[in-house]
């Protein structure tokens, strides 16, 4: 049997040990997702790239592809629960895009317009989330975090650094600093960090770069994320 | 024989905790506000100065809430309306009003009008005319049900047009790439 297998009917190709969601970004199939990123490891905790394969419910970011599997996608009763996880990450935090400084390149956004998602349906927890604005080059804004781990996981396996770390559990669980002072002045981070560009969403900020780039030329003005399937497409690193 | 006249639809708006921004987009759709007047006619807002919301069809809001008189004003509107929609971020989840959510109340109103300059320092305003402030903004689903909502800070003109219009001819709204926008 030859290396492929169908979203939605689609034929995709794979190589061997790449993820479903690897070979469909490469094929040019969207598949919506949140914590994965095409340098890093694939996390599996947004939920939000579940599909069905064969019937059953898995996360396509960390499930081999292997041949002649039949996977559902795009499909009603799929898309709704995608934007239920949506509207549950939009009411647990305070994301209110329109004084946010990633509006147009936040990735939580852009998913929420592709998949339409026109009320946060659940009510609001408003949770008080203190910002860290001691680093003098980068804030930290809380409000925003969703918990996908991408600065955690950069700084520990890309800087060697490990600033940040998560901490409490279930509803409590929240991102910290690691520092005795909590601060992210008291660290070794630095804006060059890979941690510092891998934020999905407007929690890692450069200072005094807010609304540089103005609206109808931001990353996802134009086209819809599930028009840039381009941007995710793995990264083949030398020698791997 | 003349064609029967078509009833014209019944359209309330109000804007509760807002900044009539999303009034203001809606009077963006400019000429277009004629052809709409042929399919609908508006009851209480402010384009009419009506003071209270009459049997209508369709209710707009713009606005969350923030305060006790913002909750009669949306019950009053959600029981005369058939299709209520939520218009613009403050009605959808709050927006700006509720970015003040993690303060307290009292220390708000302390520092706008004791101890921060600028203000004049009459103390607290406590005129029972007044409505009392709540201690957290609410989107309004959160109060009444709502039909419909259409996100943007403010949606743009286009966006109104084409939400009014599905929904005018019977159609589900849907906002395709570049209208649906949450700033």
């Known amino acids: ?240 | 024989m003349d064609a029967p006249v078509k009833k014209k639809l019944r359209v309330a708006t109000t804007s509760l905790a807002g900044c009539f921004g999303c009034h203001m987009s809606f009077l963006d759709i400019d000429e277009r506000i004629l052809p709409l007047l042929e399919l609908i006619e508006f009851d209480r807002s402010p384009l009419t100065d009506i003071k209270h919301c009459g049997p209508c069809d369709i209710g707009i809001i713009e606005g969350g809430i923030c305060n006790a008189e913002n909750v009669h004003v949306l019950r009053e509107f959600r029981h005369q309306c058939k299709i209520l929609i939520a218009i613009g971020a403050c009605a959808v989840n709050g927006g700006l009003p509720a970015q003040r959510n993690h303060l307290d109340l009292r220390d708000i109103l302390e520092e706008v009008y004791h101890t921060d300059p600028g203000v004049a320092r009459g103390g607290i305003p406590n005129d029972p005319e007044l409505p009392l402030p709540l201690d957290k903004v609410h989107p309004i689903h959160e109060v009444v049900k709502v039909d419909y909502f259409l996100p943007g800070c403010p949606p743009s003109a286009d966006a109104i047009w084409k939400f009014l219009t599905d929904l005018i001819a019977g159609r589900t709204p849907v906002m395709g790439h570049g209208l649906l926008q949450y700033d």
């Open chain 1, 1 to 240: 049997m030859s290396n492929t297998f169908t979203v939605d009917g689609q034929e995709v190709p794979f190589e061997p040990g790449q993820t479903v969601l690897q070979a469909a970004l490469t094929a040019d199939v969207f598949i919506p997702h949140l914590c994965y990123h095409p340098e890093f490891r694939p996390h599996g905790s947004c939920k939000l790239c579940t599909v069905e394969v064969n019937g059953r419910p898995a996360t396509s970011c960390t499930l081999p592809a292997a041949a002649g599997m039949e996977i559902e996608s795009n499909t009603a009763e799929i898309m709704a629960k995608r934007r239920m996880l949506l509207q549950m990450l939009l009411v647990e935090g305070n994301h209110f895009c329109p004084s946010c400084e990633k509006s147009g390149s936040c990735k939580l956004q852009a998913l929420c317009y592709a998949l339409g998602v026109m009320s946060p349906h659940f009510d609001q927890f408003y949770p008080d989330r203190p910002v860290d604005a001691s680093h003098p080059e980068m804030l930290l804004d809380f409000n925003r975090c969703i918990l996908c781990e991408l600065c955690i996981r950069a700084s520990a396996e890309v800087d060697q650094k490990n600033v940040f770390a998560l901490s409490g559990r279930g509803i409590t669980k929240h991102l910290i600093v690691n520092a005795e002072s909590g601060r992210l002045a008291d660290t070794n981070f630095a804006p060059s960090d890979k941690a510092a560009q891998v934020c999905p969403v407007g929690v890692i900020l450069r200072k005094r770069r807010g609304f540089a780039v103005p609206i109808g030329s931001r990353p996802y003005d134009a086209q819809p994320i599930s028009d840039q399937a381009e941007r995710f497409k793995p990264v083949v690193k030398e020698g791997s």
